[in-house]
């Protein structure tokens, strides 16, 4: 199992990867407040639990939140490999759902917040932009995380990783819608230091991707 963090001045990040696809589960920590979002409960939920105290661990003392109790759990996107999770980690916290609205139908637990493209979700002492990524999955989402004083932090899901965007099954229409929304909504309006967190694997920057826009189209995946 893989881990990495990052404390940033106003939460912290956590990821371990889970499972044997190598899924990333992430959780993002307000330093102040220390209410947490969890983003895709992929699978072991009890090292998903271990993932949230850790967290937890780096609130200041004192806050009313408490660790295993976050405020939102987000699914990027509703492939039975990012959801194996979802329902044990709900029955331990009794924390809220959100997925894409145009997922949230393909996933067995319900789904309490329905995101689409262009929602702020608001926590105690940070937000998150929901970015649309459509293509993967109808309903795929990213999250924007932007730090006040460093680089964003992009959580993807299976739309972007390092060397291309997510899989697509060979459909030329899905490929492109999923292009196009990278391209547009996350390439034309980021900097090239922001930090793509994907669903499996490492991570990368925009900036080592950007030249290499041109190239996935012309292969076609």
């Known amino acids: 199992m893989s ?3 990052w404390i940033l001045p106003a939460v912290s990040i ?25 983003i895709d409960a ?22 009313a939140k408490t660790a295993q109790t976050p405020a939102l759990l987000v699914t990027t996107h509703s492939h039975w ?12 916290t009794g924390a809220k759902t959100a997925a894409g609205r145009d997922d949230a139908g393909d996933i067995e637990v319900p789904t309490d917040d329905l995101l689409d493209h262009g929602d702020v979700r ?6 998150l932009q929901v970015i649309g990524l ?11 995380y932007r730090d006040s004083k460093g680089p964003a932090h992009l959580f993807t899901g299976d739309s972007l990783f390092p060397g291309g965007v997510g899989n697509t099954q060979k459909d030329p229409n899905r490929f492109a819608r999923l292009l196009d929304d990278v391209a547009t909504r996350v390439f034309a309006v980021l900097p090239d230091d922001t930090l793509v967190h994907p669903g499996h ?21």
């Open 3 to 5: 881990a990495e963090s």
């Open 14 to 38: 956590h990821r371990i990867s889970v499972g044997g696809m190598d899924n990333n589960v992430y959780v993002i920590t307000g330093l102040q407040s220390g209410e947490q979002v969890l």
């Open 122 to 127: 608001q926590f105690d002492g940070f937000e």
């Open 81 to 92: 490999d990012h959801i194996r999770a979802l329902g044990p980690v709900i029955a331990a």
């Open 134 to 144: 459509r293509g993967h999955t109808p309903g795929s989402v990213a999250l924007l």
């Open 42 to 63: 992929a699978d072991d939920a009890d090292a998903i639990l271990a993932l949230l105290a850790e967290g937890a661990r780096d609130a200041a003392p004192g806050t």
């Open 201 to 221: 694997g490492a991570g990368t920057t925009l900036g080592a991707e950007r030249p290499h826009l041109d190239e996935w189209r012309a292969r076609g995946w």
